[in-house]
Every structure is written in C-alpha cells, then in structure tokens.
C-alpha cells in the first residue's frame, strides 16, 4: 500500500509540463485527480519515477459552449460536470453518467481527463464520449492534434496518447434537442466500477427511432460502440422483439474479462439487458 519514491513537478504552464514530460520520458506520468493513478502506484501496478502534477496549470479548467459544442477543460472534476447547469441542460446524459462514477470524495478530486486519457475498460467516460461523437485536444512536443474519441481506444491501459502528451480539453457536439438518453449501470455496490453499462443516445420521430448510437462500457478492453445493434432499432417502436434482438445483436460484439464481477457469460447477458434497458429509458425520454 506503499508506493514506489517518485519527484513531484508542478509546472505553472502546459508548455513547461509538456518539455518535463518530453524530457523525463516514460519514467514520468501526468497527475490529474490521482483516484486512478494513486492506487496503481499503491498496488505497484505502476511506478512512475516523476509525477507532473497538472494542478498548477491555468486554463486546463472549464465548461463552455463553442457554437454547437461544449468544450471541456481535462482538469474540470466530476463534481464540477455534476455542478454545471449547462451540462445538466444540454448533455444531460453525462449528468446522469457523472452520477454514477464512484462516490463523492472520488467525484471531488477525479477529472473528465483523467476519466478517458486513462484507458481502464472499467472507466464510464469514454463510452460515453464515443457515444456522443466527442473528440479530445492533444497537445505534445509536436503541436496540437485533435483526435475522435472512437480512435482514440487501442487496448486496456492503450491509447493513441504519443510521448510527452497531455490531453487538454474535450469538444462534444450538442445532441439534437429533443433527443432521448440514458445511461444503464450494473453494479456491485454503491461507488463499484460497472459490472456491464450501456449509454444510448437517439431520436424519435412519429412513434420510431430516427437515430440511435449505442456505447458499452466494461464490455470488452476498449470502449465499444454496438453499431449494429444500433442500426438494427431504426425505423421500429422499439417493440419487444426488436429489443431482443438488439440486445442480442450487442452480446455478439462483447468479450468482457472475468474477474471480481463475474464470469464472462453473466457480464454478457446483463451487458443485453443493459442496452434493451438504455434503449427502452432513452425512448421515453426522447420529445
Ligand atoms: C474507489 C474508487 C471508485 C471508482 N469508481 C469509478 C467508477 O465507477 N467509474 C469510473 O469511471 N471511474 C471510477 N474511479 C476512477 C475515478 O473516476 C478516477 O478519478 C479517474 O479514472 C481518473 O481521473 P483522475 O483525474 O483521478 O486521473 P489520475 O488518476 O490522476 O490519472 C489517471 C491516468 O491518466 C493520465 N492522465 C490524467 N490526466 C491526463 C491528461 N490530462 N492528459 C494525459 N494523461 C492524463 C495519468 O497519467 C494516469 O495514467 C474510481 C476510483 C476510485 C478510487
């Protein structure tokens, strides 16, 4: 429960964090909310030899809207996402996914960019930034880059992160107003990582779904999005049957790991029910 020694650096600028990092190379790690970090470095999982803590850095922090977009600061926390009424009003399903993530004392310290740079399956942001067509601000030794949320996932702890990166901010596209959404967990326990969950976004027009985007979180080593399931609920009412298959449709995509939560059939049925229930949820919430 010791970790590993490790230099603290706490630059006042991002172009300062980003020479440290460049310069200290893979011995060195990014410190944002530490909930992840910490306890990796408690269980020797990882022993990074300098943390650049990110803290000191003006700017990295924030919610505002860029025309048809909200941009998010990397180092805005979860509580703060939970605090927003312009998140509350315009991305409501993040609202409700920040809800969810851990309990408060993580909620206060953990940030949106720390959430989805992280990489862990288990991480209920990045799905959801799938889901939602979201892409993140890049900036390293090589300038700025933007890259789609849906790119952005290689494996579990793998991202398309280069050398000496910080992720800065997180542009979402305002869903259509009268869009319909929810976010479906199962969980051991208040505060536990998903067992399975399902985030849907879609719209509604005459009684059918008009556009639907399904995202799975702790499904597979990445984030996933279930494209075909998707596709298969446009166009119906979502009757029983079409559920069913959906779901079903969603299973085919999923390879969870067995662990703590269970073995991977169990995690797979309730990954379907997780998606018919988001899918069901997101439709009457859908004007
Ligand atoms: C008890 C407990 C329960 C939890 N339950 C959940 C849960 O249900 N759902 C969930 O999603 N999370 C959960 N978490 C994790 C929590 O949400 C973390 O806060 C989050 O995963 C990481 O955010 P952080 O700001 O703490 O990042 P840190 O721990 O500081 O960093 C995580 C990783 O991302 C890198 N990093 C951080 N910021 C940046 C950046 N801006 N650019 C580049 N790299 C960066 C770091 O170098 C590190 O490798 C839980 C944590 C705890 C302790």
New binding site residues.
Partial sequence: MIPGPFSYHRPATLADAVKLLSTLGDDA???????????MMKLRL?TPEHLVD?HGIEGLKGIRYDGNKIVIG??TT?HELLASEDIAKSLPILHESAA????PQ?RY???I???V??G?P????PALMMTLGASYRLEGPAGVRKIAATEFYQGAYFTA?EPG????AISIPLPAAAHGYAYEKL?RKV????TAAAAVVLTMASGKVASCVIGLTNLHETPLLATDAANMVIGTTLDAATLKKAAAAAEAIMSPAADARGPIEYRRHVGGIMVARALQRAASRAK
Avoid: C, F, W
């Fill in positions: 790690r990014p410190l944002a909310g530490g909930h992840s970090l910490i306890p990882a990110l990397a180092m979860q969810l993530i851990a309990d993580v310290r953990g940030t960019g720390g959430n740079a992280n862990d288990g991480n209920d942001m992160l990166e910080i992720l800065t969980k505060g536990d990582y998903a």
